[in-house]
């Protein structure tokens, strides 16, 4: 089983189809201030798989800030079942709606593992309208 993509959405779905609905995807945020919460972000895992991943497999997600620290993390069972007969891929889509927390501005990483093995991270680029204490504003930038 391989991780074909992840990323961070503001919605997605499975269609009756089967469909991947996917809306609003991001790799970045703005914040007022910090620490903070980013509400029911949405994030997206598509595997791919074949006949040899029909079973039962672990999947965790850790989240992790700017210095390395994990924030928040998670583990969860995926069961496969076989494929109809002449299917040879399989496609797996993961949709889970969290809470981001934030501390601190910077790059996150969401990390990906299968079967306690690393597949992958989804990185998030965080930005906030305050200064750190004792920085100084650019000329150009105006505080009220």
Not at 12 to 39: M, R, W, Y
Request: with cysteine; proline share 9%.
């Amino acid at each position: 089983m391989h991780l074909s993509f992840a990323l961070f959405a503001d919605a997605a779905n499975i269609s009756q189809e089967g469909k991947l609905n996917i809306l609003g995807v991001f790799d970045a945020v703005q914040c007022g201030s910090l620490p903070t919460i980013h509400p029911r972000a949405h994030l997206v895992v598509r595997l791919k798989g074949g006949q040899e991943d029909v079973g039962m497999h672990t999947v965790s997600l850790h989240w992790l800030n700017p210095q390395g620290n994990e924030l928040w993390s998670s583990n969860g069972e995926l069961n496969i079942g076989p494929p109809p007969p002449g299917v040879t891929e399989m496609d797996m889509p993961l949709i889970a709606a969290i809470d981001l927390p934030f501390d601190a501005s910077g790059a996150y990483a969401m990390r990906i593992a299968l079967d306690g093995e690393p597949h992958g991270e989804v990185r998030l680029v965080v930005r906030s309208d305050m200064a750190p204490m004792g920085a100084t504003l650019p000329p150009n930038r105006l505080v009220s």
